[in-house]
């Protein structure tokens, strides 16, 4: 092997070494993917930086988490496997929340993108009282299917309501499909190893306390 050889093969290496180091330590997500592992979480992301997925154990559980800037509004959405397989499509919102999303989500179906599968069946599904004036007063439960009262645990008022203000703001509930959705519509001010924290915490105990 030639001196020159040599030279050009070290050369390739330092610059592959070089930008390894970049990748890691200055490629916008950086600190989330550091963050993750230092967790044992799975992290992968797309090379613009515009997405990202984490995955992580809980209570026995894997979830996963997806961050997604490629759409508008950008959106954070947590699932968990629902073991009990919820039939039909459900859903809890803010109430101050409902009309606006479903109105913006509505515009968005006429347009060439991609939209979540549940879309159509919350737009249509019926709005529930639950009889529990607490979650009736700042919730909206709706639902594909009539819903038991039985079916909705009581406990999950105080659940939603130790949620942090910034996430509990712009969080639509999904229930369906043998998964439970977590999802949070723009939520670049909230730290989102904090946020699937929480959000994982929360979906274990809501199906754990969700009868069927």
Request: glycine residues 4%; aromatic residues 10%; contains cysteine.
């Given at each position: 092997?030639?001196?020159?050889?040599?030279?050009?093969?070290?050369?390739?290496?330092?610059?592959?070494?070089?930008?390894?180091?970049?990748?890691?330590?200055?490629?916008?997500?950086?600190?989330?993917?550091?963050?993750?592992?230092?967790?044992?979480?799975?992290?992968?992301?797309?090379?613009?930086?515009?997405?990202?997925?984490?995955?992580?154990?809980?209570?026995?559980?894997?979830?996963?988490?997806?961050?997604?800037?490629?759409?508008?509004?950008?959106?954070?959405?947590?699932?968990?496997?629902?073991?009990?397989?919820?039939?039909?499509?459900?859903?809890?919102?803010?109430?101050?929340?409902?009309?606006?999303?479903?109105?913006?989500?509505?515009?968005?179906?006429?347009?060439?993108?991609?939209?979540?599968?549940?879309?159509?069946?919350?737009?249509?599904?019926?709005?529930?009282?639950?009889?529990?004036?607490?979650?009736?007063?700042?919730?909206?439960?709706?639902?594909?299917?009539?819903?038991?009262?039985?079916?909705?645990?009581?406990?999950?008022?105080?659940?939603?309501?130790?949620?942090?203000?910034?996430?509990?703001?712009?969080?639509?509930?999904?229930?369906?499909?043998?998964?439970?959705?977590?999802?949070?519509?723009?939520?670049?001010?909230?730290?989102?190893?904090?946020?699937?924290?929480?959000?994982?915490?929360?979906?274990q105990q809501a199906l754990a306390n969700w009868k069927i």
């Open positions: 092997m030639s001196s020159i050889t040599v030279v050009l093969l070290a050369c390739g290496i330092l610059a592959l070494f070089l930008w390894r180091v970049w990748f890691v330590t200055q490629s916008p997500n950086s600190r989330i993917r550091l963050q993750a592992r230092r967790k044992q979480w799975r992290f992968e992301e797309d090379r613009a930086g515009l997405w990202y997925k984490i995955e992580g154990i809980r209570a026995g559980l894997r979830w996963s988490a997806e961050w997604n800037a490629r759409e508008s509004p950008p959106f954070f959405e947590l699932a968990i496997p629902d073991q009990r397989k919820f039939d039909g499509w459900c859903f809890i919102s803010r109430r101050e929340r409902q009309g606006k999303e479903s109105m913006k989500l509505l515009a968005a179906m006429f347009t060439e993108k991609a939209q979540p599968n549940w879309l159509p069946d919350w737009l249509h599904a019926r709005v529930q009282l639950t009889g529990i004036p607490d979650f009736d007063d700042e919730y909206v439960l709706s639902s594909s299917r009539p819903l038991v009262q039985d079916e909705f645990p009581s406990v999950l008022v105080s659940q939603l309501r130790a949620l942090p203000a910034a996430i509990i703001q712009n969080l639509l509930v999904i229930r369906g499909q043998g998964r439970l959705r977590l999802r949070i519509d723009q939520p670049e001010r909230i730290d989102p190893i904090e946020m699937a924290d929480e959000l994982a915490s929360f979906a």
